[in-house]
DNA sequence: GTGAAAGCGCTAACAA
DNA sequence: TTGTTAGCGCTTTCAC
């Protein structure tokens, strides 16, 4: 059975109300703070968070909702964000939705059950009603990356737009006619924008063809296997522009086991592969997320949005980098 | 301000303890039933689990506590563990100890405070003593992959020696002198064990060689570049073993560029790449560990020692797959 | 089958 | 500064 509040009152000679008060950070006499910390250490004493937070209905934890824990940039976010909300002082819970909407909403109640005082979410789909039942129930919600026409949320966004144009343009440039896109998942705000800016920079160019687009899985093998069949489909193919980790990778693989030279004649643009950029033979060119700073903005916005019930919306710009492969 | 049951009451008319009886799957009489029924509905009332847990002296959670999530291997046990874990019913909290031993205590803390009712743990460091704390508080501890010695802790374990003995004979038999070791990370046990393995099987055939083992780090560029710096240095290795996902990538891709036709000379043997090998044009050797089956069986166990305070072990084989790169 | 009441460990008035 | 006490929302005897 673990020591309570009561037992360091008892050992302690104190009340209950003083011991609560030097723990919570109040003054009290020098002698009662050397008698309480001594109790503290002799009975082991841990605080019950439990009857904390039904007293004082917040539980200094934060609840994240993740479609899919997989992918290297959603791992990445999760562990900067924990890690910077332990810095704030606050506990989170994860958990993994499974790209399953009703799995989303049992997730949700289990975390309001567990009274979080905020909710970070990466919806499944699109859906803006998704996260009603957070604020219904008057918590703050983080959306990243999606729901932009929900003014009752904070948000957090990826905007891949300018250096996907950017990209684009470059390919364009280079004189490629048939450019291909390779994607995956739901079709959340930024994944829509991505397929957004690449018709409408196609059509610009006159070149935009249905056809050259590709869904695939958030996986090496998904980008290896989609690529491969794009090429078999569709020969002519000259560019492609691939948005995941994961899936350059794997495509990546796939165009240098295609032909000797390849970049000679194909044009390719993947996504965060700074970090590994120095492995590959050929420097391939990449857009690049702000993975270092989506978890510290992300942990930041719900902190002030629990703390001062500040609605924000803020943006992080990816960065186009021309590699060997334009 | 959310419902309560005592609001439920309200609405019904009923007592509050015929409310918690009913929840708790008690019987009520039809009419009380849609009763309530339709109070929960209209208030939208969703059960307070820091009150309950707070009675019950337990939280229906588990914690789970990581050194690093980032790793391909981390990722896919934790989201298999979570998923399981809620079959039963149970919820997890997840947190990233980021290889620091005194985060890891403070975590324990956090998840004490927490009042979850077990712990599944992989240890920053082998030392035993870490969860002491949770054992003074009569938690159950379930370690992954580490603390063997530990009898009042049930484990699980991932058993590599078999596998990686099997590869290491495999390369021997092949003809290969200078076999090196690439890894990374802890050394916990079963890390430990395969530095083991690799020592004793290389010494009874005579070729052991401590220079031939290289620490990185576990990414794709951790393998790259160890894999460049092993061959710069000692040019007559003529074999690798690689410890983890991310560092074989990366090892694969050095190979790949240090030399056309490389696997004439050099065996390479890999970790979890079955999944991927298909993208390979040279398909890799690989140790593959249990991937899917770790965090079912890890979630089993703990869940049998909460609720029936059963410890057991628990052992996963690995399997040696030989490819193109003997 | 249902209700009254005590108490889980904590915090926060309010009193002393 | 310190103590007394009520009550957060829930479960659980024990009557009825």
Chains 1, 2 share one sequence.
């Not at 002799?42 to 994240?64: C, E, F, H, W």
């Not at 958990?95 to 909407?101: P, Q």
């Not at 829509?192 to 800016?197: A, T, V």
């Not at 056809?211 to 899985?217: A, D, L, P």
């Amino acid at each position: 059975m673990p020591a309570t509040i009561k037992d360091l009152a008892r050992e302690t000679g104190l009340s209950v109300a003083t011991i609560s008060a030097y723990i919570n950070g109040e003054k009290v006499r020098e002698v009662n703070r050397e008698k309480i910390e001594n109790a503290i250490a002799k009975l082991g004493y841990i605080r019950n968070d439990y009857a904390r937070s039904l007293k004082m209905r917040s539980s200094k934890t934060i609840g994240v909702v993740v479609p899919d824990m997989h992918t290297k940039i959603t791992m990445h976010i999760l562990a900067e964000v924990q890690n910077e909300l332990r810095n704030f002082g606050y506990g989170t819970i994860i958990c993994d939705s499974r790209m399953d909407e009703s799995l989303e909403q049992e997730t949700f109640r289990f975390m309001l059950s567990k009274m979080v005082d905020g909710f970070i979410v990466l919806p499944v789909s699109g859906d803006p009603a998704a996260v009603d039942i957070l604020r219904e129930k008057g918590k703050p919600v983080l959306v990243v990356n999606s729901m932009k026409e929900r003014k009752d949320v904070s948000h957090i966004m990826i905007r891949n737009m300018c250096a996907y144009g950017e990209a684009l343009l470059d390919m364009i440039k280079k004189g490629r006619r048939h450019i291909a896109l390779i994607y995956a998942g739901a079709l959340v705000t930024t994944a829509k924008e991505r397929i957004d800016i690449y018709r409408d920079v196609l059509k610009d160019a006159g070149l935009y063809n249905e056809k050259y687009i590709f869904r695939t899985e958030y996986t090496i093998k998904g980008g290896y296997e989609a690529l491969n069949k794009a090429l078999e489909m569709y020969p002519e193919i000259d560019a492609f522009l691939v948005s995941n980790f994961e899936m350059s990778l794997g495509a990546l693989t796939a165009l240098n086991q295609y032909r000797e030279n390849w970049q000679k004649d194909i044009s390719f643009v993947g996504i965060d592969l700074e970090e590994d950029a120095g492995i590959f033979k050929i420097r391939p060119s990449s857009v690049n997320r702000p993975i270092k700073n989506i978890g510290r903005e992300t942990a930041r916005l719900i902190v002030d949005a629990v703390e001062n019930g500040r609605l924000r919306d803020k943006y992080l710009e990816c960065e186009y980098v021309r590699g060997d492969t334009l």
